[in-house]
């Protein structure tokens, strides 16, 4: 059964940075591609960046240039690091595993796999 812990979220003020981290198990991890979500209050969860088993990656046109998605395949652990950080990056932040990045879009509308989130504010 497939598990996924998110953590690193907190406060930090508009141009901060955070590192999150997202920790799976019961998976095939290295063979799968992973990507990192996010929902805002009162709207949709939205996929940001996402990485495939290959090391390649794609980033959503709102934080392309300010986002970083790597994983540690010895780990099973994927990572987003956030720079620049503005009060629109404020959200529950996520993250599932898919086979493609056809899968990870089709994480938005099932319930496979999502663990609790981290939440991460920006504020001054």
């Known amino acids: 059964q497939v598990q996924l812990v998110e953590s690193g979220g907190g406060g930090v003020q508009p141009g901060g940075s955070l590192r999150l981290s997202c920790a799976a198990s019961?998976?095939?991890?290295?063979?799968?591609?992973m990507g990192w979500y996010r929902q805002a209050p009162g709207k949709q969860r939205e996929l940001v960046a996402h990485?495939?088993?290959?090391?390649?990656?794609n980033y959503a046109d709102s934080v392309k240039g300010r986002f970083t998605i790597s994983r540690d395949n010895a780990k099973n652990t994927v990572y987003l690091q956030m720079n620049r950080l503005r009060p629109e990056d404020t959200a529950v932040y996520y993250c599932?595993?898919?086979?493609?990045?056809?899968?990870?879009?089709?994480?938005?509308?099932?319930?496979?796999?999502w663990g609790q989130g981290t939440q991460v504010t920006v504020s001054s």
């Open positions: 019961g998976s095939d991890f290295n063979l799968n591609a």
């Open positions: 990485i495939t088993s290959g090391g390649s990656t």
């Open positions: 599932n595993i898919g086979s493609t990045l056809k899968v990870l879009l089709r994480r938005l509308g099932d319930n496979l796999y």
